[in-house]
């Protein structure tokens, strides 16, 4: 099965090489995908936007020729549904790691723009809960591998149009929350609560990791992805 792996901000398509043995040695063809305008300057990246994200993504789909799997982690989560809004009858199952679906129009989120592009903030700029099983050895050690992005993609919003997207299964493979934890934070915020409601078929899965399980606990990482598409 192909199964396209979609990263977070700053990541690039070496942030999934912690998993994609394991995928590739269950029989499976994982894609890592760098998204546009990664690590760019702001003289190539002015203009890239959401929908280019998603547009490489969607190209992939087109180009596997059989519904595939959409694993999107962290800001790629918004990335991924949008794929499967613009090919729902092409996508088998969408996992989000550590994030969840979009509500129509939302955007990732804002962070500081520096010299026309996003540059990583830094592993002290997140909450403990994010970070808290990245050990000085793993931050030195994925520091390095973080990129900026384009100053417009964290807050532009996501285009959805289609009301198929939600006959797509989702499986929400979650850092420190169960279903019941998920469920409470998502009553919070009403919109992105109605879209998670209103998607036919879900699960809620707890890793039992920070933010960058493919860096902190990449084994279990796998396991579960493998679990959920097999």
Do not use: C
């Amino acid at each position: 099965m192909d199964i396209i792996l979609v990263p977070g901000l700053w990541l690039d398509a070496s942030s999934w090489d912690p998993i994609v043995h394991a995928l590739r040695a269950a029989g499976h063809r994982p894609l890592a995908l760098t998204l546009p305008g990664v690590g760019a300057p702001a003289s190539e990246s002015a203009d890239i936007g959401m929908a280019d994200w998603v547009g490489a993504v969607v190209e992939q789909i087109d180009a596997a020729g059989e519904p595939v799997v959409l694993v999107g982690h962290s800001g790629g989560g918004n990335v991924v549904w949008g794929a499967a809004d613009a090919r729902p009858e092409q996508v088998r199952r969408v996992v989000f790691v550590d994030t969840a679906p979009p509500a129509p129009d939302y955007s990732i989120s804002e962070f500081p723009v520096v010299d026309g592009v996003v540059p990583f903030p830094g592993w002290d700029f997140f909450d403990d809960e994010d970070v808290f099983d990245m050990d000085a050895e793993t931050r030195a050690r994925t520091a390095p591998m973080t990129k900026s992005v384009p100053a417009r993609v964290p807050t532009d919003p996501v285009s959805l149009t289609r009301e198929s997207r939600h006959g797509v299964p989702v499986t929400l493979l979650m850092g420190s929350l169960d279903t019941q934890g998920f469920e409470t934070v998502m009553a919070e915020w009403p919109e992105s609560d109605a879209e998670y409601q209103a998607i036919a078929d879900t699960e809620v899965l707890k890793i039992g990791s920070g933010h960058w399980p493919q860096f902190t606990v990449p084994d279990r990482l796998a396991e579960l992805i493998l679990a959920v598409v097999e």
